[in-house]
C-alpha cells in the first residue's frame, strides 16, 4: 500500500509562514498529481494547490500570490510554501497524492488517490 505523511502546520500569527511536506511510502511506480487540500470547521474541503509530475500548477484563488506548491518526484514529496497567513487561512490541511502505480505483492495495483491524515495550521490575529 502507500502512506502520506504530513508534517509541518502549527500555530503562527496573521503575516506569518509555514511549510508543509507530505512524503509517500510505499512501492512506489507513478504518481501523477500531487496536491494539498483544506477543511476548516464548518465548511466543506477544498482544493489549495495541485502540481503534475510535470510541474503544472494549479492554485485556489484564495491563496494565489501567496503559497507556493513545488515537488520532488525522485523523493515523492510535494511541499506547500505558506506565506503572508491570514485567520482564514486556519483548517486542517490534507495532502494528496492521485493517478498512483504502486507494487504489491500481486503485481502493480493502480488507485486514484491516497490521502494523508491531516496537519492543523492555526493562523492567529
Known amino acids: 500500500q502507500v502512506q502520506l505523511v504530513e508534517s509541518g502546520g502549527g500555530l503562527v500569527q496573521a503575516g506569518g509562514s509555514l511549510r508543509l511536506s507530505c512524503g509517500a511510502s510505499?512501492?512506489?511506480?507513478?504518481?501523477?498529481?500531487m496536491g494539498w487540500y483544506r477543511k476548516a470547521p464548518g465548511k466543506q474541503r477544498e482544493l489549495v494547490a495541485t502540481?503534475?509530475?510535470?510541474?503544472?500548477?494549479n492554485y485556489a484563488a484564495s491563496v494565489k500570490g501567496r503559497f507556493t506548491i513545488s515537488r520532488d518526484n525522485a523523493k515523492n514529496t510535494v511541499y506547500l510554501q505558506m506565506n503572508s497567513l491570514k485567520p482564514e487561512d486556519t483548517a486542517v490541511y490534507y495532502c494528496?497524492?492521485?493517478?498512483?502505480?504502486?507494487?504489491?505483492?500481486?503485481?502493480?495495483?493502480?488507485?486514484?488517490?491516497?490521502w494523508g491524515q491531516g496537519t492543523q495550521v492555526t493562523v492567529s490575529s
Open positions: 502540481i503534475t509530475t510535470g510541474g503544472s500548477t
Open positions: 494528496n497524492a492521485g493517478g498512483i502505480y504502486y507494487y504489491t505483492g500481486g503485481g502493480r495495483n493502480y488507485n486514484s488517490a491516497f
Open positions: 510505499g512501492r512506489i511506480y507513478s504518481i501523477n498529481a
